[in-house]
């Protein structure tokens, strides 16, 4: 029946559909319908929906099916919550591939298109193209720089414009992925995957990734041919070009002969991690995809299972508190290890942010797409930071940067660092710290 309503590659199946009993047990964990109260903006009205299309009661053009898919956070929070296991992104995630590929089978309207086309296109021509990324980076970074960032992004939509206007400063600084193949020898053969974002605009967090993993005894590669994940083109409903990337990943880490997969990026792993099944149905790279998925971890994860090293000394004792990807926390179940590093660095109080792992309204594109939900889910996280809080620490570059533009309008005075960078740097202290008496010893000699 599916087959013949939703009638594109990728159609969500009765079996995933059907487990849902209605029970409501998801409503209160969704980000959207906290806001609204609206059904058709919660997972259960969405999987409804859904199954009414399915079953021919509501047409797949209906404009009302492509605003409850494309108003999804795709933050899984319902998932956890769902007794009946209801694979609730995954249909989402399906159900908008089926509403692009009806529109775009038909002549275009110029308005209404599910996703924006300025947002399809860039997710499409730049984000999978490190070299275009980089290029429109540098050029986003030397308007910052000359301070024309507001003047220039004024003719671009209001979800860019805060983006643009959160980019760190001083500007887009980038460490060379060739220089991160420096590392250790012998331990476990540890693939680092940079992702699109964190590479062009937090390039240190992976330079930091890179330094942590060799200091605990890893083996670190950095395959040259690694792409961008896909998770942006699932989200916007295009999954032949996150098939495409996803096999391009596949090659480039199984050629590398790597042990483990490390990614810094909650996004991006939940993406990695998910290979196997967006793969499902190909003969030739569905046993390498599962091989893929098998191995990926994220680094805070990785570091707890290798027994990391607890740095003995504190770059600056400060509060920080904990903003939780959701992908990191739904998908890849990161759990409290990102927390636990945290409350291992010396000098560190560590502030719990209530609902944590609540969506912060970055979501890959959607800040982009629903500026106005993406702005009053931050406004809410915001108000979640704990007083007294001088860092907030995250896991993903999407968050990083919501957080960036949330503490900028909300929080003046509060840092944006990574997880992994707050224990690079204390590692760092100790070295310094080395450095310093060993000199004095050198004097007193
Ligand atoms: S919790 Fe699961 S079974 Fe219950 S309404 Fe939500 S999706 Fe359906
Ligand atoms: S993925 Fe997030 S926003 Fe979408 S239905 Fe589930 S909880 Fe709600």
Redesign the pocket.
Known sequence: MAEQYFPFADAPRQEEYNPCIRCGL?LE?????QQTGREL???R???QLIAAVAEGVVPLASPRLAETLF?????????V?CPSGVP??SL?EKGRAQVVAAEQSKPRPRRGRSVNRATHWAVRHVMPYPRRLRTLASLLGGMQRLRLLGTFSRPLPIGMRRLASALPEPGLRRVPAPQLAASGRGGLRTGVFLGCVMEVIFSDANAATVRVLTKNGAEVKVPQAQTCCGALAVHAGDRDQARALARQNIDAFLQAEVDVIATNAGGCGAALMEYAEWLAEDVNYRDRAREFSAQVRDVSVLLKEMNFRPPRSTPRPQVVTYQAS?HLH?VMKAGSAPVDILKQIPGLEVREMADAAR?CGS?GIYNLTHPIMAEALLRTKMADVPDGTETIATGNPGCWLQMLHGVKTYRPGVSVRHVVQILDEAYASEESEAGDVLADAEKAR
């Open positions: 998801c964990s969704c980000p959207t319908f903006e919660s997972p009205g969405r999987v108003t999804c956070l795709d933050c899984r929070a319902c998932e919550a609730i992104g989402i959701c739904n969506c979501a």
